[in-house]
């Protein structure tokens, strides 16, 4: 288990660069409020805490869909399974700093509620 943490950890170092120069400093998509028809609304959006780590929810079959930096401090994870999406923050080891171990914190975007009994 820690072989297959450190290598995601590798293989999100190496990507990070990479992703990195592929962005671009101006959004293409319309801002919310903008006098468009492209222009959508802000809606608010749960974002439910899991207790459950990266690497737990990767071993339950989570896969991972989409990749992004995360403000400087991290990797943000989309991840996808049986109509659940979940975003996770990975935060590497920093030198300049007291973390010494890779950490993660993660969000459910949607609850699959459980199929009720005699409907």
């Given at each position: 288990?820690?072989?297959?943490?450190?290598?995601?950890?590798?293989?999100?170092c190496?990507?990070?660069?990479?992703?990195?120069?592929?962005?671009?400093?101006?959004?293409?998509?319309?801002?919310?409020?903008?006098?468009?028809?492209?222009?959508?609304?802000?809606?608010?959006?749960?974002?439910?805490?899991?207790?459950?780590?990266?690497d737990?929810?990767?071993?339950?079959?989570?896969?991972?869909?989409?990749?992004?930096?995360?403000?400087?401090?991290?990797?943000?994870?989309?991840?996808?399974?049986?109509?659940?999406?979940?975003?996770c923050?990975?935060?590497?080891?920093?030198?300049?700093?007291?973390?010494?171990?890779?950490?993660?914190?993660?969000?459910?975007?949607?609850?699959?509620?459980?199929?009720?009994?005699?409907?």
């Amino acid at each position: 288990m820690k072989i297959q943490l450190f290598s995601l950890i590798a293989a999100c170092c190496l990507i990070t660069p990479v992703s990195g120069m592929a962005e671009t400093t101006n959004d293409f998509l319309p801002e919310a409020g903008a006098k468009s028809p492209y222009s959508p609304q802000d809606i608010p959006t749960t974002l439910k805490p899991m207790s459950d780590s990266l690497d737990t929810l990767l071993n339950k079959g989570f896969q991972i869909i989409a990749t992004s930096g995360y403000a400087n401090s991290g990797i943000l994870f989309t991840l996808s399974f049986q109509k659940q999406h979940v975003l996770c923050v990975l935060t590497t080891p920093n030198s300049q700093s007291d973390q010494n171990v890779p950490t993660s914190r993660c969000w459910s975007l949607n609850v699959i509620a459980a199929a009720s009994s005699g409907k």
